[in-house]
């Protein structure tokens, strides 16, 4: 069994910063693609940043230039530097990572619980 625990979600003023955690616990032989989502209310689940193992990162335009994505694969956990937030930013935020439990296991794709992040005055 694998989980995903993601934290440092909340409220923060326009031009703020948050930094969001995720940490994958459990049966992992090796984790390959982790990134961040989110999604709003009516709204289809977007892709927000990924980071490949080897620490390759690509980006919603939307966020380039404000958002960090960075990884620590010895404690299986993946982060989220979000700076300059705007309202638009207002989201529930889900990790996601791309997990083999066994050398023999094909990877499955499992997400956390998500997180609120509110940017608001």
């Known amino acids: 069994q694998v989980q995903l625990v993601e934290s440092g979600g909340g409220l923060v003023q326009p031009g703020g910063s948050l930094r969001l955690s995720c940490a994958a616990s459990?049966?992992?032989?090796?984790?390959?693609?982790m990134g961040w989502y989110r999604q709003t209310p009516g709204k289809q689940r977007e892709l927000v940043a990924l980071?490949?193992?080897?620490?390759?990162?690509n980006y919603a335009d939307s966020v380039k230039g404000r958002f960090t994505i960075s990884r620590d694969n010895a404690k299986n956990t993946v982060y989220l530097q979000m700076n300059s937030l705007k309202p638009e930013d207002t989201a529930v935020y889900y990790c996601?990572?791309?997990?083999?439990?066994?050398?023999?296991?094909?990877?499955?794709?499992?997400w956390g619980q998500g997180t609120q992040v509110t940017v608001s005055s």
């Open positions: 996601n990572a791309d997990i083999k439990s066994s050398v023999l296991a094909g990877p499955i794709a499992y």
């Open positions: 980071i490949s193992s080897g620490g390759s990162t």
């Open positions: 459990g049966s992992i032989f090796s984790i390959d693609v």
